[in-house]
């Protein structure tokens, strides 16, 4: 309700850059202002050409009415050649890869990702965290659940990185690489974490469910919202 106040701000003068720009876009959208976000997410393209962020709202601005179809066909057109400059996606906030992660999802580009950041880690040495990150996170939408869980292993192991959705990721990496009691393990260590994780209780009570421990299932589905609904993790109902 106090987006309308803010309006004064898009007529005020000032320098463009990407922060004010992103703002602008913000207040701009929040008053269905959609002909002025179009115009400060150009604005904020020009200003940072190669940020794939910039790039990716860019798209979206161009792109957000077709259907999921063209919407995809008109992505890997922009994306598959375009130069990035990926330090946003490895050396940003995590929302910066998942978007770019699952931009590159719909578009069927994710094996061509993957293989600039192998080639990127074998040319220059590098094994930053981030980096090893995105990798494994790419890994997970691209089915590569072996590759995935050891890159994981050694990010908890060897880099600390014990956050709670490092370690929910390691665990959907363990599902898809059939290592159930490690998924346990990773998913019971992330809600401990966090104990407001749901991803991390949804895919726990779906596990117990699997091996019939109805009553820890249970315990953990009872701490869900009725409307929670998994990005990772369904389940399918044998009737047999």
């Known amino acids: 309700n106090n987006y309308i106040s803010m309006l004064p701000y898009l007529d005020e003068t000032k320098k463009d850059t ?19 976000v179009d115009v400060k997410i150009a604005k904020l393209r020009s200003e940072l050409p190669e940020d794939i962020l910039a790039n990716i709202l860019y798209f979206n601005s161009l792109n957000s009415n077709l259907n999921i179809k063209e919407y995809a066909q008109n992505a890997q057109i922009h994306f598959k050649n375009l130069k990035l400059d990926y330090r946003s996606v490895f050396g940003g906030p995590s929302i910066a890869r998942e978007f770019y992660v699952n931009l590159m999802h719909i578009a069927g580009l994710l094996n061509l990702e993957r293989q600039k950041f192998k080639e990127l880690i074998n040319v220059s040495g590098a094994k930053d965290e981030g980096i090893l990150q995105t990798l494994a996170y790419l890994d997970i939408f691209a089915q590569q659940y072996e590759e995935a869980y050891a890159l994981y292993n050694s990010l908890i192991d060897d880099y600390g990185a014990k956050d709670t959705k490092t370690l929910f990721l390691a665990a959907v990496a363990a599902v898809g690489a059939n290592n159930p009691n490690s998924a346990i393990a990773l998913l019971q260590l992330s809600k401990l974490t966090d104990k407001n994780n749901k991803e991390s209780k949804a895919a726990l009570g779906m596990l117990y469910q699997e091996v019939k421990n109805y009553e820890a299932a249970i315990s953990q589905y009872k701490t869900l919202p009725n409307n929670f609904k998994s990005e990772f993790f369904t389940f399918d109902i044998n009737n047999n």
């Open 18 to 36: 990407p922060l004010s720009l992103i703002f602008e876009a913000i207040v701009a959208k929040n008053n269905n202002l959609n002909n002025q």
